[in-house]
């Protein structure tokens, strides 16, 4: 039932540009806080952005701070990360995820399948 489903990945050069799709299914998607994850080999998945179920905040990942930006369309259930500047060091899987809290507790939890992005000359 429940889909995230992550598109526009790919390889690019130091210093282009790509951007990230993550299209949600079988949740009420505007009451999620949605975010991009990435995860490099042998290192921990981390924090890229998030963005308020209402679009209305944003936070970002020190490595990626003014370099890219995330959104989202609640009318089409899609978060967009829109990379720029993209250095070889961004080379990870970026994984969707959406997100609920209640105080405390979460109530909702979900990831994709993740797309792969390569910076290399």
């Known amino acids: 039932q429940v889909q995230l489903v992550e598109s526009g990945g790919g390889l690019v050069q130091p210093g282009g540009s790509l951007r990230l799709s993550c299209v949600a299914s079988?949740?009420?998607?505007?009451?999620?806080?949605m975010s991009w994850y990435h995860q490099a080999p042998g290192k921990e998945r981390e924090l890229v952005a998030s963005i308020t179920s209402a679009g209305d905040s944003t936070i970002y990942g020190d490595s990626v701070k003014g370099r890219f930006t995330i959104s989202r369309d609640n009318a089409k259930n899609t978060v967009y990360l829109q990379m720029n500047f993209l250095k070889p060091e961004d080379t990870a899987v970026y994984y969707c995820?959406?997100?609920?809290?209640?105080?405390?507790?979460?109530?909702?939890?979900?990831w994709g399948q993740g797309t792969q992005v390569t910076v290399s000359s």
């Open positions: 995820n959406a997100r609920m809290k209640v105080f405390k507790l979460t109530v909702g939890d979900y």
């Open positions: 079988g949740f009420i998607f505007s009451l999620y806080n």
